[in-house]
């Protein structure tokens, strides 16, 4: 006599549903706005490719001291600003990667020193709101703006500069 098993007559229906899932499918990837990276040509900045963000017109001269990237820094914030109330959007996405790139060399300055976990308090919150306005530059969102974001961490980015310049 014949056993019926109805599990085994579908255990094939079964691994393919099982190797196909029940997720909904994932949505498509947002667009965002392309960093002014796209603009220039690869060859101009061939040797920036390196560290995340080739292709800007940025200076490069590394700071000497601790005291002296945190002044390069502060320097770089206000111009920064004086870039985003005029308007000039693609100088001011420069500017921003020019101070991450800056932060990177504050940071080794930093360890270096043996300073405090005061001062990589202090970069982290730098790091984290220039990285905010960084989003906002290529943020695929129409409201989103540099400027805002900006204002809305200025306080947070003087309490930083401020720990730092008490560090020199």
Do not use: W, Y
């Not at 796209?38 to 060859?43: E, G, N, S, T």
């Amino acid at each position: 006599m014949p056993t019926n098993r109805p599990l085994v007559r579908f255990a094939p229906l079964m691994l393919l549903a099982g190797a196909i899932g029940c997720d909904q499918p994932a949505p498509p990837p947002a667009a965002v706005r392309p960093s002014a990276a796209a603009a220039h040509a690869p060859a101009e900045h061939a040797d920036h490719a390196d560290h995340g963000h080739a292709g800007h017109d940025h200076d490069h001269e590394e700071p000497t001291s601790f005291a002296d990237g945190v002044a390069k820094l502060k320097s770089l914030g206000e111009d920064l600003a004086d870039k985003l109330a005029t308007n000039a959007g693609e100088a001011a996405d420069d500017a921003v990667h020019g101070i991450g790139h800056l932060l990177e060399a504050v940071r080794e300055h930093a360890t270096k020193a043996g300073l405090p976990d005061a001062a990589t308090k202090a970069l982290d919150e730098l790091e984290e709101c220039f990285g905010k306005v960084d989003e906002a530059f290529h943020s695929a969102e129409a409201s989103a703006d540099p400027k805002k974001v900006l204002e809305s961490v200025k306080e947070r980015i003087e309490t930083a500069f401020k720990a730092l310049e008490e560090m020199k």
